[in-house]
């Protein structure tokens, strides 16, 4: 993906105020309740999220700077803070959220053009900087829906099912766990082939639904598949 990251700010800015509107009504109880993702309670899911934002930062930060900054000290210290962080009150939750997300937007802001073109590193490899932003649209509309609290797949804007589908379809093609699919999306007749065509289903629906369907976030009740009506089981996306 090679779009300018400055495009996707904006996107950026509306889906957090979107999340900030969600995790502002939670009370304790509703911040204990199990998310969508195994293992975490919606106050994890927040305090992944603020922390996320801030590994963002120091990515940004390397990238601007030219000093190796990791964006996690370890992958113990990552998971530490967001034990820590799960079951803290509600405007404990809010007020980090809110704090994280905005000096993610001042670390974007302080970026020179050319340090865009940065390579940094990221828990699983280097990455251009350029994608540092479409990473956290990814992350903030992502788990969004994982909180479970009436955001749906659904709500994604076109353009980000689009985009998310594609990324995902092209990580799959590169695995071996992958089964065979063709992706047919929106009606149109364009597809995305993953694996041997030749013994592949046709798996056909929206592309919101069907990007939420590959990340596991929907059974993918509303896609079609032919020839036999079986959708397959693609295997976890992280």
Do not use: C, K
Not at 105 to 132: F, N
């Amino acid at each position: 993906m090679t779009t300018d990251p400055l495009l996707l700010t904006g996107d950026v800015d509306d889906a957090t105020t979107r999340l900030i509107r969600t995790a502002a009504r939670f009370d304790a109880a509703d911040l204990a309740q199990p998310s969508l993702l195994p293992g975490w309670t919606r106050g994890h899911v927040l305090a992944h999220l603020s922390r996320n934002a801030d590994a963002l930062v120091n990515a940004l930060t390397s990238a601007r700077t030219g000093e190796l900054i990791p964006m996690y000290a370890s992958a113990e210290s990552r998971t530490a803070d967001i034990e820590a962080g799960a079951p803290r009150p509600p405007d404990e939750q809010l007020d980090d959220l809110r704090r994280s997300a905005d000096r993610y937007a001042e670390a974007v802001a302080a970026m020179p053009a050319p340090a865009w073109a940065a390579t940094v590193q990221t828990r699983r490899g280097p990455l251009p900087a350029s994608l540092l932003v479409w990473r956290r649209l990814r992350e903030v509309e992502i788990h969004h829906v994982d909180l479970a609290a009436d955001y749906r797949p659904r709500d994604w804007s076109p353009t980000f099912g689009h985009r998310l589908l594609h990324e995902v379809a092209t990580d799959l093609a590169a695995r071996d766990d992958a089964p065979a699919l063709v992706l047919r999306f929106d009606g149109t007749s364009h597809e995305l082939v993953i694996g041997d065509r030749a013994q592949a289903p046709v798996v056909s629906g929206l592309a919101v639904e069907i990007a939420a369907w590959l990340t596991g976030r929907s059974p993918g009740a509303t896609l079609t598949v032919t020839p036999d009506g079986q959708l397959p089981h693609p295997p976890e996306w992280i």
